[in-house]
Protein backbone atom coordinates (compact mmCIF):
# COMPACT_ATOMS: atom_id res chain seq x y z
CA UNK A 1 0.00 0.00 0.00
CA UNK A 2 3.12 2.02 0.13
CA UNK A 3 2.13 3.35 -3.47
CA UNK A 4 -1.03 4.48 -2.61
CA UNK A 5 0.27 6.43 0.04
CA UNK A 6 3.43 8.14 -2.07
CA UNK A 7 1.05 8.74 -4.86
CA UNK A 8 -1.19 11.02 -2.31
CA UNK A 9 2.03 12.35 -1.01
CA UNK A 10 3.05 13.75 -4.76
CA UNK A 11 -0.57 14.46 -5.43
CA UNK A 12 -1.58 12.26 -7.89
CA UNK A 13 -5.04 11.76 -6.03
CA UNK A 14 -6.67 10.10 -9.17
CA UNK A 15 -3.58 7.11 -9.68
CA UNK A 16 -3.66 6.80 -5.57
CA UNK A 17 -7.38 5.71 -6.17
CA UNK A 18 -7.07 3.68 -9.28
CA UNK A 19 -4.03 1.75 -7.26
CA UNK A 20 -6.08 1.38 -3.97
CA UNK A 21 -9.29 -0.03 -6.13
CA UNK A 22 -6.35 -2.68 -7.64
CA UNK A 23 -5.45 -3.77 -3.78
CA UNK A 24 -8.81 -4.12 -2.62
CA UNK A 25 -9.91 -6.03 -5.57
CA UNK A 26 -6.66 -8.14 -4.51
CA UNK A 27 -6.98 -8.13 -1.07
CA UNK A 28 -10.59 -7.39 -0.07
CA UNK A 29 -10.15 -8.68 3.72
CA UNK A 30 -7.24 -6.81 4.47
CA UNK A 31 -7.78 -3.53 7.13
CA UNK A 32 -4.64 -1.39 5.56
CA UNK A 33 -6.27 -2.30 1.47
CA UNK A 34 -9.72 -0.76 2.94
CA UNK A 35 -8.08 2.02 4.51
CA UNK A 36 -5.72 3.35 1.59
CA UNK A 37 -8.73 3.20 -0.54
CA UNK A 38 -10.85 4.85 2.11
CA UNK A 39 -8.12 7.82 2.16
CA UNK A 40 -7.57 7.69 -1.39
CA UNK A 41 -11.75 8.52 -2.12
CA UNK A 42 -11.27 11.00 0.71
CA UNK A 43 -8.84 12.68 -1.81
CA UNK A 44 -10.84 12.33 -4.64
CA UNK A 45 -13.98 14.08 -2.66
CA UNK A 46 -15.54 10.14 -3.21
CA UNK A 47 -16.90 10.72 -0.10
CA UNK A 48 -19.63 7.56 0.06
CA UNK A 49 -16.72 5.44 -0.64
CA UNK A 50 -14.55 6.42 1.58
CA UNK A 51 -17.01 6.08 4.19
CA UNK A 52 -17.66 2.53 2.96
CA UNK A 53 -13.53 1.66 3.35
CA UNK A 54 -13.88 3.45 6.29
CA UNK A 55 -16.51 1.01 7.64
CA UNK A 56 -15.17 -2.02 5.98
CA UNK A 57 -11.37 -1.09 7.80
CA UNK A 58 -13.19 -0.74 11.06
CA UNK A 59 -15.03 -4.07 10.92
CA UNK A 60 -11.79 -6.22 9.74
CA UNK A 61 -9.60 -4.33 12.42
CA UNK A 62 -11.95 -5.59 15.39
CA UNK A 63 -12.72 -1.20 15.68
CA UNK A 64 -9.31 -0.49 15.72
CA UNK A 65 -8.88 2.89 17.90
CA UNK A 66 -6.75 4.82 15.47
CA UNK A 67 -8.89 3.85 12.67
CA UNK A 68 -12.61 5.35 14.53
CA UNK A 69 -10.53 8.42 14.92
CA UNK A 70 -9.45 8.89 12.10
CA UNK A 71 -13.05 7.97 11.02
CA UNK A 72 -14.79 10.51 13.11
CA UNK A 73 -12.74 13.27 11.75
CA UNK A 74 -14.06 12.10 8.15
CA UNK A 75 -17.35 12.47 9.30
CA UNK A 76 -17.17 15.31 11.07
CA UNK A 77 -15.89 17.28 7.78
CA UNK A 78 -17.49 15.59 5.02
CA UNK A 79 -20.23 13.20 5.96
CA UNK A 80 -22.86 13.17 8.66
CA UNK A 81 -22.17 15.55 11.41
CA UNK A 82 -24.79 13.97 13.92
CA UNK A 83 -23.33 10.54 13.42
CA UNK A 84 -19.93 12.66 13.86
CA UNK A 85 -20.85 13.53 17.33
CA UNK A 86 -21.67 10.12 17.92
CA UNK A 87 -18.62 8.09 17.24
CA UNK A 88 -16.18 10.97 18.52
CA UNK A 89 -18.35 10.72 21.86
CA UNK A 90 -18.20 7.41 22.43
CA UNK A 91 -14.29 7.88 21.50
CA UNK A 92 -13.93 10.41 24.40
CA UNK A 93 -15.97 7.87 27.22
CA UNK A 94 -12.42 5.96 26.13
CA UNK A 95 -9.76 8.61 25.73
CA UNK A 96 -11.11 11.67 27.58
CA UNK A 97 -7.71 13.14 26.40
CA UNK A 98 -7.93 13.01 22.92
CA UNK A 99 -7.29 15.74 21.05
CA UNK A 100 -8.78 14.74 17.82
CA UNK A 101 -11.52 13.16 19.31
CA UNK A 102 -12.02 16.29 20.86
CA UNK A 103 -11.56 18.48 17.71
CA UNK A 104 -13.87 15.98 15.71
CA UNK A 105 -16.75 16.74 18.24
CA UNK A 106 -15.93 20.25 17.94
CA UNK A 107 -16.19 20.27 13.88
CA UNK A 108 -19.11 18.27 13.94
CA UNK A 109 -20.93 20.51 16.42
CA UNK A 110 -19.93 23.64 14.32
CA UNK A 111 -21.41 22.01 11.34
CA UNK A 112 -24.82 21.32 13.29
CA UNK A 113 -24.60 25.10 14.19
CA UNK A 114 -24.02 24.73 17.52
CA UNK A 115 -21.34 27.24 18.00
CA UNK A 116 -20.65 27.52 22.01
CA UNK A 117 -20.34 23.86 22.26
CA UNK A 118 -17.72 23.75 19.25
CA UNK A 119 -15.95 26.31 21.13
CA UNK A 120 -16.10 24.55 24.19
CA UNK A 121 -14.66 21.25 22.32
CA UNK A 122 -12.05 22.96 20.23
CA UNK A 123 -10.67 24.33 23.30
CA UNK A 124 -10.25 21.24 25.22
CA UNK A 125 -8.68 20.03 21.81
CA UNK A 126 -5.90 22.86 21.90
CA UNK A 127 -5.51 22.65 25.85
CA UNK A 128 -4.39 19.39 25.02
CA UNK A 129 -2.51 19.92 22.16
CA UNK A 130 -1.79 23.42 21.11
CA UNK A 131 -0.57 23.32 18.18
CA UNK A 132 -3.48 20.79 16.72
CA UNK A 133 -3.18 22.09 13.36
CA UNK A 134 -7.25 21.13 12.46
CA UNK A 135 -8.09 22.21 15.98
CA UNK A 136 -6.26 25.31 14.98
CA UNK A 137 -8.34 26.17 11.87
CA UNK A 138 -11.52 24.75 12.73
CA UNK A 139 -10.90 27.66 16.17
CA UNK A 140 -10.29 30.17 13.92
CA UNK A 141 -13.26 29.90 11.35
CA UNK A 142 -15.39 29.97 14.17
CA UNK A 143 -14.01 32.74 15.47
CA UNK A 144 -14.34 34.76 12.67
CA UNK A 145 -17.66 34.40 11.84
CA UNK A 146 -18.80 34.95 15.67
CA UNK A 147 -17.24 38.48 15.40
CA UNK A 148 -14.09 37.81 17.11
CA UNK A 149 -12.04 38.56 14.31
CA UNK A 150 -9.24 39.78 16.66
CA UNK A 151 -9.10 36.73 18.15
CA UNK A 152 -9.22 34.57 15.15
CA UNK A 153 -6.21 36.95 13.92
CA UNK A 154 -4.46 36.22 16.53
CA UNK A 155 -4.86 32.18 16.44
CA UNK A 156 -3.89 32.80 12.66
CA UNK A 157 -0.36 34.43 13.22
CA UNK A 158 0.23 31.62 15.69
CA UNK A 159 -0.13 28.94 12.90
CA UNK A 160 2.38 30.53 10.73
CA UNK A 161 5.26 27.78 11.29
CA UNK A 162 2.77 25.09 10.78
CA UNK A 163 2.84 23.36 6.74
CA UNK A 164 -0.34 22.14 7.80
CA UNK A 165 -2.51 25.20 7.79
CA UNK A 166 -0.17 27.47 4.84
CA UNK A 167 -3.27 26.57 2.40
CA UNK A 168 -5.79 27.88 5.40
CA UNK A 169 -3.56 31.05 6.02
CA UNK A 170 -3.20 31.64 2.42
CA UNK A 171 -7.10 31.33 1.75
CA UNK A 172 -7.55 33.58 5.41
CA UNK A 173 -5.34 36.58 4.55
CA UNK A 174 -7.40 36.58 0.93
CA UNK A 175 -10.72 37.12 2.13
CA UNK A 176 -9.27 39.51 4.67
CA UNK A 177 -7.07 41.73 1.96
CA UNK A 178 -10.85 41.66 -0.27
CA UNK A 179 -12.60 43.04 3.33
CA UNK A 180 -10.21 45.99 3.09
CA UNK A 181 -10.16 46.26 -0.65
CA UNK A 182 -14.32 46.72 -0.19
CA UNK A 183 -13.98 49.10 2.89
CA UNK A 184 -11.17 51.02 1.24
CA UNK A 185 -13.59 51.36 -1.85
CA UNK A 186 -16.63 52.29 -0.16
CA UNK A 187 -14.60 54.82 2.05
CA UNK A 188 -13.07 56.40 -1.04
CA UNK A 189 -9.69 55.65 -0.13
CA UNK A 190 -6.97 54.75 -2.32
CA UNK A 191 -5.97 50.76 -2.49
CA UNK A 192 -3.69 48.88 -0.30
CA UNK A 193 -0.73 47.16 -1.22
CA UNK A 194 -1.40 43.43 -0.67
CA UNK A 195 0.36 41.56 2.05
CA UNK A 196 3.05 38.62 1.36
CA UNK A 197 1.17 35.83 1.65
CA UNK A 198 2.60 32.35 3.33
CA UNK A 199 3.39 29.67 0.61
CA UNK A 200 1.51 26.77 -0.07
CA UNK A 201 3.68 23.42 0.14
CA UNK A 202 3.42 21.15 -2.52
CA UNK A 203 3.76 18.30 -0.71
CA UNK A 204 2.43 16.42 1.87
CA UNK A 205 1.28 13.09 3.74
CA UNK A 206 -1.82 15.00 5.26
CA UNK A 207 -3.69 14.79 2.30
CA UNK A 208 -7.05 15.83 3.42
CA UNK A 209 -5.91 19.20 4.67
CA UNK A 210 -7.05 21.44 1.36
CA UNK A 211 -10.29 19.64 1.97
CA UNK A 212 -10.84 20.71 5.51
CA UNK A 213 -9.52 24.41 4.52
CA UNK A 214 -13.07 24.37 1.91
CA UNK A 215 -15.19 22.44 4.23
CA UNK A 216 -14.12 24.86 7.24
CA UNK A 217 -14.67 28.13 5.33
CA UNK A 218 -18.25 26.96 3.97
CA UNK A 219 -19.01 26.41 7.70
CA UNK A 220 -18.00 29.47 8.85
CA UNK A 221 -20.12 30.96 6.03
CA UNK A 222 -23.06 28.72 6.67
CA UNK A 223 -23.26 29.78 10.72
CA UNK A 224 -22.29 33.33 9.77
CA UNK A 225 -25.40 33.26 7.64
CA UNK A 226 -27.68 31.52 10.55
CA UNK A 227 -26.37 33.48 13.16
CA UNK A 228 -27.43 36.73 10.57
CA UNK A 229 -30.88 34.97 10.44
Not at 88 to 112: H, K, N, V, Y
Request: hydrophobic fraction near 50%; glycine fraction near 4%; aromatic fraction near 8%.
Amino acid sequence: YWRVYALLECGDTKEALHQARVAVEKVPDKTQAQLALAQAAWANSMFALAQRAYERALRLSGEATQIRMEYAGFLAMCRLPKLAESVATRLLEQFPESSDAWTALGIAQLRLRRAAEAQSSLQRALELEPNHARAQMAMASLLENVGRKDQAAALVKLMADSPETAEFRRLYYEEQQQEEAFRRLAEGLPAKEPAVEPRTPTRGRRLTTWLLVVVLFAIAAALALWLVL
